[in-house]
């Protein structure tokens, strides 16, 4: 199906299943612990040796020499893969680096050997006595220090943030300089690990040459193509599979050492192997959320229209990589006749960076949105209408493009309303509860949609019920669910007639879960598949399909009606087909927009620094199922929260690795941390998305986070702490006298 003209009236205006509130049908599995995840596939792989992963205790250089054979002598021990026995590699499209060191060694923790044995315990102990001697390389570890001959380079996160190395619109220097009101302002934020609850884990098993392996991945396709490359075998002779993953946040789109080292332990060893990283390999082994250094300026008249902005941000990645791309909803948020907007890309040896929940705007906003409030301060506006007075509803580098659907003003009006802003003293550090200081804050929210093509297959049984099959994974989103609504809508069943099979490469390519992309061409390429179902049973029934109304489980056509089931009596129907994106996401910008609000109390003392109130307003399109969007909004208001005030993987420039690499050092929001809640979600259909008239969620509500609990601390405390995380030493000298 091709979607090129804006969607018209069809079958999910209905809305009586799409668009409603209503529990995950995994839930049960996931609740009773029955959901098997990458790791406990036990019917399907009985007698599963474990393998266990050398990790390099180098950040760059070589491996001198390789001593198994204590290792090879030890108890249970079946096999040891290297690089000088695994045979030719290759190395996947979206990887960075090379998922096996040998002999040269990229980053710290890179997998050195995987060692294969009986039971854990065995292959863990015989880990420890495989002998590697290095020859160290020279490195850069420092980001500020790498960033100051960094070139100048552009990029894509693939997940609809991007923009050249250098962008400019009209002359900013020069509007800048004559600004009536100027801010120049720098921030930085650290590096993050995305710190899921399930770790990176596959099991493997040989069939002969055909390998089927259990993932926890987030794109089936790209993982499958990425391990057949790496492996050097044909596609069609692995079986890659995902049902249930426990949480990716952007880990997870790529193929990682897990699932390469398993495939080669288990040839090695004959036998079916399980491999799951530690937390401290997962954090230096795998990829994370770069850390940036940003500058914006700012020049606006008094009236506080911007006349000149720009936003300039450094990053680094292993040589290869991609800058993360902070800049790119600068390019789109507000108003502006001049315009730059430029990144640097720093090479550097820690591990590898790449995308983490809304890569891009997560840290870019960050920063951002704390200018917007500086400059609203020198400019004696509210936050609030300094952001309204320069609200735009085109692109501001091509003004004849317009929004498909832009409803940032109403977000931060109706925020306004319901959380009480115009009881917020604008003049810093004035509010007390005892011995708390209190403060409002406040960020837009912004994330660009992304159309993906995306697949699906359609099964009639007899017996009426309707299964849909799609490699789409569920990473905790819901999928699973608004697949099985968007089913049972087009085929007018109830949803307990709908089967959903997800997470397999046996299954029609789907667009996968990322870049909030998924859920919304997910279901679209299931609408698809759906409208070829529909055909197919009009003309089993003899029904015109274009007046075709399937509803109660029966196909009405004029005065003529028919039990679904029906249809297929002569034989299961099956329809498959995928939706394709024409021009309509070129001719309009595809945004999603909100508005973060945030109450803090920061302790006069202590400086330590608690959340009171949090509330998000979003605009993202047709809401398939607001039960499970706002879990998605509150786990991004959560990790935001994690981002302002405690996430920081720490950099030992000395060495080149994470220093606080597990859950015990590296610091994550709990329950005790995050106060209540509330989501809202504006009424909004966007035509011009796809035929759901949907767009996504899961990212929009993170995206701005950060930056409304620095300026609800700013106004509590009248500090303004412009690197995060904001931990008390960066302000605890500076608060207002406590007598």
Same mark, same amino acid.
Request: charged residues 20%.
């Given at each position: 199906?091709?979607?090129?003209?804006?969607?018209?009236?069809?079958?999910?205006?209905?809305?009586?299943?799409?668009?409603?509130?209503?529990?995950?049908?995994?839930?049960?599995?996931?609740?009773?612990?029955?959901?098997?995840?990458?790791?406990?596939?036990?019917?399907?792989?009985?007698?599963?040796?474990?393998?266990?992963?050398?990790?390099?205790?180098?950040?760059?250089?070589?491996?001198?020499?390789?001593?198994?054979?204590?290792?090879?002598?030890?108890?249970?021990?079946?096999?040891?893969?290297?690089?000088?026995?695994?045979?030719?590699?290759?190395?996947?499209?979206?990887?960075?680096?090379?998922?096996?060191?040998? /002999?040269?060694?990229?980053?710290?923790?890179?997998?050195?050997?995987?060692?294969?044995?009986?039971?854990?315990?065995?292959?863990?102990?015989?880990?420890?006595?495989?002998?590697?001697?290095?020859?160290?390389?020279?490195?850069?570890?420092?980001?500020?220090?790498?960033?100051?001959?960094?070139?100048?380079?552009? !990029?894509?996160?693939?997940?609809?943030?991007?923009?050249?190395?250098?962008?400019?619109?009209?002359?900013?220097?020069?509007?800048?300089?004559?600004?009536?009101?100027?801010?120049?302002?720098?921030?930085?934020?650290?590096?993050h690990s995305h710190a899921m609850m399930e770790p990176f884990a596959s099991i493997a098993a040989w069939n002969g040459d055909e390998l089927t392996l259990?993932?926890?991945?987030?794109?089936?396709?790209?993982?499958?193509?990425?391990?057949?490359?790496?492996?050097?075998?044909?596609?069609?002779?692995?079986?890659?599979?995902?049902?249930?993953?426990?949480?990716?946040?952007?880990?997870?789109?790529?193929?990682?050492?897990?699932?390469?080292?398993?495939?080669?332990?288990?040839?090695?060893?004959?036998?079916?192997?399980?491999?799951?990283?530690?937390?401290?390999?997962?954090?230096?082994?795998?990829?994370?959320? /770069?850390?940036?250094? &940003?500058?914006?300026? =700012?020049?606006?008249?008094?009236?506080?229209?911007?006349?000149?902005?720009?936003?300039?941000?450094?990053?680094?990645?292993?040589?290869?990589?991609?800058?993360?791309?902070?800049?790119?909803?600068?390019?789109?948020?507000?108003?502006?006749?001049?315009r730059m907007i430029s990144m640097r890309l720093a090479v550097l040896n820690l591990?590898? !960076?790449?995308?983490?929940?809304?890569?891009?705007?997560?840290?870019? +906003?960050?920063?951002?949105?704390?200018? +917007?409030?500086?400059?609203?301060?020198?400019?004696?506006?509210? /936050? =609030?209408?300094?952001?309204?007075?320069?609200?735009?509803?085109?692109? /501001?580098?091509?003004?004849?493009?317009?929004?498909? &659907?832009?409803?940032?003003?109403?977000?931060?009006?109706?925020?306004?309303?319901?959380?009480?802003?115009?009881?917020?003293?604008?003049?810093?550090?004035?509010?007390?509860?005892?011995?708390?200081?209190?403060?409002?804050?406040?960020?837009?929210?912004?994330?660009?949609?992304?159309?993906?093509?995306?697949?699906?297959?359609?099964?009639?049984?007899?017996?009426?019920?309707?299964?849909?099959?799609t490699d789409m994974t569920d990473i905790g989103t819901g999928s699973y669910t608004i697949i099985a609504q968007t089913a049972a809508e087009m085929m007018g069943v109830p949803v307990e007639a709908v089967v959903v099979k997800l997470g397999s490469s046996a299954y029609p390519v789907s667009a996968g879960s990322g870049g909030q992309f998924g859920a919304a061409n997910s279901t679209a390429g299931v609408y698809a598949a759906c409208v070829k179902l529909r055909e197919q049973v009009a003309q089993r029934l003899g029904f015109n399909s274009a007046d075709a109304v399937f509803q109660g489980s029966k196909v009405t056509s004029g005065n003529r009606a028919a039990d679904l089931k029906q249809a297929a009596q002569g034989g299961e129907l099956v329809g498959e087909d995928k939706i394709e994106f024409g021009k309509l996401g070129k001719e309009y910008q595809l945004s999603t927009f909100g508005a973060h609000f945030v109450e803090v109390g920061v302790d006069a003392y202590t400086g330590a620094t608690r959340l009171r109130r949090m509330l998000a307003v979003c605009a993202a399109g047709r809401i398939i199922n607001p039960k499970s969007a706002r879990s998605q909004v509150i786990g991004a208001m959560t990790m935001g929260v994690g981002s302002a005030l405690m996430e920081e993987l720490a950099v030992d420039t000395r060495f080149g690795l994470f220093i606080n690499h597990d859950l015990a050092l590296y610091e994550v929001p709990v329950h005790a941390d995050i106060p209540h809640q509330e989501v809202v979600f504006l009424p909004e259909v966007d035509d011009k998305a796809n035929p759901m008239k949907a767009k996504g969620v899961g990212e929009l509500g993170l995206c701005g986070v950060g930056a409304a609990v620095a300026n609800a601390i700013y106004n509590a405390t009248g500090v303004r702490v412009r690197d995060y995380p904001i931990t008390l030493d960066k302000h605890l000298d500076k608060l207002p006298a406590v007598a």
């Open positions: 199906m091709k979607f090129d003209t804006p969607a018209g009236q069809n079958p999910i205006d209905r809305m009586q299943v799409v668009g409603r509130a209503m529990n995950r049908i995994d839930g049960p599995l996931k609740t009773t612990g029955t959901a098997p995840y990458a790791y406990e596939h036990h019917a399907e792989v009985p007698n599963a040796a474990y393998g266990y992963l050398v990790p390099a205790a180098i950040a760059k250089g070589r491996i001198a020499s390789i001593d198994t054979r204590a290792a090879k002598a030890a108890p249970g021990v079946l096999a040891i893969v290297t690089a000088q026995n695994a045979g030719p590699l290759g190395k996947g499209d979206k990887n960075t680096v090379k998922l096996l060191a040998g /002999p040269d060694v990229d980053h710290y923790h890179q997998a050195v050997a995987v060692v294969v044995a009986e039971t854990f315990e065995q292959a863990r102990a015989a880990a420890g006595l495989v002998r590697v001697d290095y020859a160290r390389g020279a490195a850069q570890f420092d980001l500020d220090q790498a960033l100051k001959t960094a070139p100048l380079t552009g !990029g894509s996160s693939g997940e609809g943030s991007g923009a050249p190395a250098v962008d400019r619109v009209g002359k900013f220097e020069q509007a800048f300089a004559a600004a009536a009101v100027t801010l120049d302002q720098t921030y930085s934020t650290p590096d259990w993932t926890s991945n987030q794109m089936i396709n790209w993982g499958h193509e990425d391990l057949a490359k790496t492996l050097g075998m044909p596609k069609e002779k692995i079986r890659f599979m995902s049902p249930y993953v426990g949480g990716g946040f952007g880990g997870k789109l790529f193929l990682r050492t897990d699932a390469v080292m398993a495939a080669l332990g288990a040839k090695a060893a004959g036998r079916p192997v399980k491999l799951a990283l530690s937390r401290p390999v997962i954090a230096n082994n795998t990829t994370h959320r /770069p850390a940036t250094r &940003q500058r914006i300026r =700012i020049g606006a008249q008094k009236d506080g229209t911007i006349t000149a902005i720009a936003h300039e941000s450094g990053s680094g990645d292993q040589p290869g990589g991609s800058p993360e791309t902070a800049v790119n909803q600068t390019k789109l948020l507000y108003a502006g006749a001049n591990p590898e !960076g790449n995308a983490m929940r809304a890569p891009g705007e997560a840290p870019g +906003m960050m920063a951002l949105e704390i200018a +917007m409030d500086e400059m609203a301060e020198k400019l004696g506006m509210d /936050p =609030i209408a300094f952001r309204i007075k320069n609200d735009t509803q085109v692109d /501001p580098e091509k003004p004849e493009r317009r929004f498909s &659907q832009r409803e940032l003003v109403r977000c931060l009006n109706e925020g306004a309303q319901r959380f009480g802003w115009s009881r917020r003293n604008a003049k810093p550090g004035q509010v007390r509860d005892g011995k708390w200081l209190v403060g409002m804050g406040v960020a837009s929210a912004f994330r660009n949609h992304m159309n993906m093509p995306s697949a699906a297959r359609v099964r009639l049984g007899q017996d009426g019920v309707v299964t849909v099959e």
